[in-house]
């Protein structure tokens, strides 16, 4: 079955420091997004990429973020200069359609620690 | 403001039981509501998907209801097992056009043997 896959499934950096998450949609998926999860607290959405651009982001998604679709495959978040609280379980996801429409389908998340 | 409030917060059930979560929400207009089941550390997988037309869903042993017009809706699990221990999330799409999503801060169902 097709599934989302993320890359790192852990990663602890020090505060101030660039991270790179990665991810991989399924391949017939038109839609991806990214939501962020801290401990104990709720999913919340971040942002969604369509076509090539960002199709709508968040208050949370500063300038401190950027998204990418370096090539056909790979979807990745860009969080520069981290702080404490950016520390969080990241989730990918990947939809047909518009949420709207369309079933998402969640990686099994990077866990973010900063130090 | 928009806002999805889910009850109760955790809930024990003994294995085999029944049991019906529930979710509120003040999201209007709405494009659809959607129920997950999240284990510990893992990813949020989807049970259920509605529309504002719909009033009912199933998948399994998971049935979901929504009345549009009380902003409500129940989850249902029936002959609970032992894997259904996890975080149950609800999730309302606000109908703008838009890709935004609100989550509740879900119910966590512990099924004991």
């Known amino acids: 079955e097709p599934e989302v896959t993320q890359t790192p499934s852990h990663q602890v950096t020090q505060m101030g420091q660039e991270v790179i998450l990665r991810c991989v949609p399924i391949s017939n998926h038109l839609y991806f997004y990214w939501y962020r999860q801290i401990l104990g607290q709720k999913v919340e959405f971040l942002v969604s990429f369509y076509n090539n651009e960002i199709s709508e982001k968040s208050e949370i998604f500063d300038d401190q973020f950027s998204v990418e679709r370096p090539d056909g495959s790979n979807f990745t978040l860009k969080i520069r200069s981290t702080k404490l609280e950016d520390s969080a379980m990241y989730f990918c996801?990947?939809?047909?359609?518009?949420?709207?429409?369309?079933?998402?389908?969640f990686g099994e998340g990077s866990r973010l620690t900063v130090l | 403001k928009n806002q999805v409030e889910q009850s109760p917060q955790s809930l024990i059930i003994l294995e085999g039981k029944n049991c019906t979560l529930q979710c509120n929400y003040t999201v209007s207009p709405f494009s659809n509501l959607r129920w997950y089941k999240q284990d510990t550390g893992r990813g949020p997988v989807s049970l259920t998907i509605?529309?504002?037309?719909?009033n009912t869903k199933s998948n399994g042993r998971y049935t979901a209801t929504l009345d549009a017009d009380t902003k409500q809706s129940s989850l249902h699990i029936t002959a609970s097992q032992l894997s259904d221990s996890a975080s149950y999330i609800c999730?309302?799409?606000?109908?703008?056009?838009?890709?935004?999503?609100?989550f509740g801060a879900g119910t966590r169902l512990f099924v004991k043997a």
């Open positions: 509605m529309t504002f037309s719909e």
């Open positions: 996801a990947s939809s047909q359609g518009t949420f709207n429409t369309g079933e998402l389908f």
């Open positions: 999730v309302v799409s606000p109908y703008t056009g838009g890709f935004k999503t609100i």
